[in-house]
Every structure is written in structure tokens, then in C-alpha cells.
């Protein structure tokens, strides 16, 4: 499994980014999000997740939350 926050939500379209402690952005969907619902995620919540690599980049898998407070142990690199 790999950590890192959510970055971005894209409530609307039941979507968003997390940004990985290695820096990457990866992709997930609502669809793989466990144990919480997805309405109740939050930019800079910290989670755990496995990545696959597709076509269109990396997606994450078996999102699960593991903090709800913001990690302020990872930083954007805008």
C-alpha cells in the first residue's frame, strides 16, 4: 500500500486526486473508496491506497482513509 492526502475533489463528478508520499499525482473514483462513504472525504485527509498503472496514468485502488486531520508531512510541488 502506498500513503499520501487528497489533494484535489471533484464532488460533482464522484472523483479526485491524491498526491503519493513519492510526489505523484494519482487518479481515484468514488468506486474504490472502502469503509467511508465517499461524501464524506476531505482535501488533506491522509490515506492509504494501491496504484495500477493504465493507459491515461496512474489509478488508485482500495482507497481507505487513514486520518482525518490534515498531514502537514507532505507538501504540493506547485
Known amino acids: 500500500m502506498v500513503c499520501g492526502i487528497i489533494r484535489r ?4 463528478r464522484g472523483c479526485g486526486f ?3 508520499e513519492d510526489g ?5 473514483h468514488r468506486s474504490e473508496v ?6 464524506t472525504l476531505r482535501e488533506g ?9 493504465t ?3 496512474p489509478k488508485a485502488r482500495q482507497v481507505r482513509v487513514t486520518a482525518t486531520g490534515r ?8
Open 9 to 12: 475533489l471533484l464532488e460533482h
Open 18 to 20: 491524491i498526491q503519493s
Open 24 to 28: 505523484r499525482r494519482v487518479f481515484f
Open 34 to 39: 472502502l469503509q467511508v462513504p465517499f461524501q
Open 45 to 53: 485527509q491522509a490515506v492509504a491506497f494501491a496504484v495500477e498503472e
Open 55 to 57: 493507459s491515461q496514468g
Open 71 to 78: 498531514n502537514t508531512a507532505l507538501r504540493t510541488s506547485e
